[in-house]
């Protein structure tokens, strides 16, 4: 059995972000496992700009911001395996790998869990009707079109606002699609305002809101969908239905974090972001096991996944080395108005960087950290909105002698 220092699972933004601070702490024997052909991870297909824009202070597109990052992993000889499958990692960080060496058994001294997330499928949210070809995830779209350079269809409905399905929405626009309608279930877009500009407004793509696809038509080939719009409790409403004649349908429904190896080491997870529970370090309930990225919560820029990433691989490293733990007697809890919260734990010696999702759009709140009824901090916002992350900060100052984090939104 081989051992290794460190072992990042994931060679994407956060994973490769996670490795590179390790080397930096000191740490020498990194091994980075990726299932795909390259690093890079999701970031290789995605062509359009806006990466890099909080740490580098400029827009780049997702290869450009990934290969800044694959040089410095080169170029610190960190030893990386691609088109392999990290199989099963036990509680003391027994890994087995399916890799183009061969089956491998390693033992890690710490890992760092940066394995991403899924699409939701149609089967996932159980559309009826037939089964024709025709019908992808937004991602799988963007992988045929960006990779493959293939186009999936003339004329096609995306079904979710999520920021993948809208920028895929005017990528199929220019590439001489027509895409008939963007529709939601919910009555407010859960993509990013700019990309709700950007992708549909400056290319009159109509954003339906409150509507849903209730059936799927077609024998080989999709050649329509019927759509409907729906109520106060997402009921489709039966006097709405329409068909929309088309010939591919993208689901851009929803993002799951991969997180099948963080269960099997038995990892506390939390039902709401569908991660691990988490401390300030990063670190998970199973000692030196780490999570970042969208493994732990799925992000809206990769630049959030790729802080986290760093902050993972620094006290992965410290733990490697030294076998430094992070304090978790202190919990956080999502209060009134909000979604999730992340950390769930933290120890109250050091600044805390909370990161949050509200659970419905509000204007003109404020968002309040309390410990029991104690006020810690208050933060006016114009716009909440469930589809941005709110990165919040609190000072070692604000949380020491508390016993306990709520976040709410102010009734």
């Given at each position: 059995?081989m051992?290794?220092d460190l072992?990042?699972?994931?060679?994407?933004?956060?994973g490769l972000?996670?490795?590179?601070?390790?080397?930096e702490?000191?740490?020498?024997?990194?091994?980075?496992?990726e299932?795909?052909d390259?690093?890079?991870g999701?970031?290789n297909?995605?062509?359009?700009d806006?990466?890099?824009?909080?740490?580098f202070k400029q827009?780049?597109t997702?290869?450009?911001?990934?290969?800044?990052?694959?040089?410095?992993?080169?170029?610190?000889n960190i030893?990386?395996?691609?088109?392999?499958?990290?199989?099963?990692?036990?509680?003391?960080r027994?890994?087995?790998i399916?890799?183009?060496?061969?089956?491998l058994?390693?033992?890690?001294?710490?890992v760092v869990?940066?394995?991403?997330?899924?699409?939701r499928?149609?089967?996932?949210?159980?559309?009826?009707?037939?089964?024709?070809?025709g019908v992808?995830?937004a991602g799988?779209?963007?992988?045929?079109?960006?990779?493959?350079?293939?186009m999936?269809?003339?004329k096609?409905?995306i079904?979710?606002?999520?920021?993948?399905?809208?920028?895929?929405?005017r990528?199929l626009?220019?590439?001489?699609?027509q895409v008939?309608?963007?529709?939601?279930?919910?009555p407010y877009?859960?993509g990013?305002?700019?990309?709700?500009?950007?992708?549909?407004?400056?290319?009159?793509i109509p954003?339906?809101?409150s509507?849903?696809?209730?059936?799927?038509?077609?024998?080989?080939?999709l050649?329509?969908?019927?759509?409907?719009?729906?109520?106060?409790?997402l009921?489709?409403?039966?006097?709405?239905e329409?068909m929309?004649k088309?010939?591919?349908l993208?689901?851009s429904?929803g993002?799951?974090?991969?997180?099948?190896?963080a269960?099997?080491?038995?990892?506390?997870?939390?039902?709401k972001?569908?991660g691990?529970c988490?401390?300030?370090f990063?670190?998970?309930?199973?000692?030196?096991?780490?999570?970042?990225?969208?493994?732990l919560q799925?992000?809206?820029?990769?630049?959030?996944?790729?802080?986290?990433?760093?902050?993972?691989?620094?006290?992965?490293?410290?733990?490697?080395?030294r076998g430094?733990?992070g304090?978790?007697?202190?919990?956080?809890?999502?209060?009134?108005g909000v979604?999730q919260?992340?950390?769930?734990?933290?120890s109250?010696?050091?600044?805390?960087?909370l990161?949050?999702?509200?659970?419905?759009p509000?204007?003109?709140?404020n968002?309040i950290?309390r410990d029991?009824?104690?006020?810690?901090?208050?933060?006016?916002?114009?716009?909440?909105i469930?589809?941005?992350?709110?990165?919040?900060?609190?000072?070692?100052?604000e949380?020491?002698?508390?016993?306990?984090?709520t976040?709410?939104?102010?009734?």
């Amino acid at each position: 059995m081989m051992e290794k220092d460190l072992v990042v699972i994931g060679g994407g933004p956060a994973g490769l972000a996670a490795a590179l601070k390790a080397r930096e702490k000191g740490l020498k024997d990194i091994l980075i496992v990726e299932r795909g052909d390259h690093l890079g991870g999701i970031l290789n297909q995605c062509i359009h700009d806006g990466f890099g824009v909080e740490i580098f202070k400029q827009a780049l597109t997702g290869p450009e911001y990934a290969h800044r990052y694959i040089e410095e992993v080169n170029e610190g000889n960190i030893e990386c395996i691609t088109n392999a499958t990290v199989t099963e990692l036990s509680k003391d960080r027994i890994l087995k790998i399916v890799s183009p060496m061969g089956f491998l058994k390693i033992k890690a001294k710490a890992v760092v869990l940066t394995t991403g997330c899924r699409e939701r499928t149609r089967e996932m949210i159980k559309i009826p009707g037939t089964r024709p070809a025709g019908v992808y995830t937004a991602g799988c779209v963007q992988n045929l079109m960006n990779l493959g350079g293939r186009m999936p269809g003339k004329k096609v409905v995306i079904l979710g606002s999520g920021d993948i399905g809208l920028i895929m929405a005017r990528r199929l626009t220019l590439e001489g699609a027509q895409v008939l309608a963007v529709l939601e279930l919910l009555p407010y877009s859960n993509g990013l305002k700019r990309n709700i500009v950007q992708c549909l407004e400056d290319y009159d793509i109509p954003l339906m809101l409150s509507h849903t696809v209730v059936e799927i038509k077609g024998a080989k080939r999709l050649a329509s969908v019927k759509i409907a719009r729906v109520d106060e409790n997402l009921k489709p409403i039966k006097a709405s239905e329409r068909m929309l004649k088309c010939d591919t349908l993208l689901l851009s429904v929803g993002l799951i974090p991969e997180n099948e190896l963080a269960e099997k080491a038995g990892v506390e997870m939390d039902e709401k972001t569908g991660g691990p529970c988490v401390n300030e370090f990063n670190e998970t309930s199973v000692e030196g096991i780490y999570a970042a990225g969208n493994a732990l919560q799925v992000h809206d820029l990769a630049d959030w996944a790729t802080l986290e990433g760093e902050n993972a691989g620094l006290h992965a490293a410290e733990y490697a080395i030294r076998g430094v733990r992070g304090n978790r007697k202190l919990k956080t809890a999502a209060g009134n108005g909000v979604r999730q919260l992340v950390p769930q734990y933290y120890s109250g010696k050091q600044d805390l960087l909370l990161t949050l999702r509200v659970s419905k759009p509000e204007k003109n709140k404020n968002l309040i950290i309390r410990d029991g009824d104690r006020m810690i901090k208050k933060t006016f916002h114009k716009e909440l909105i469930p589809s941005e992350m709110i990165r919040l900060k609190m000072t070692k100052e604000e949380i020491e002698n508390t016993g306990g984090l709520t976040a709410d939104v102010e009734a």
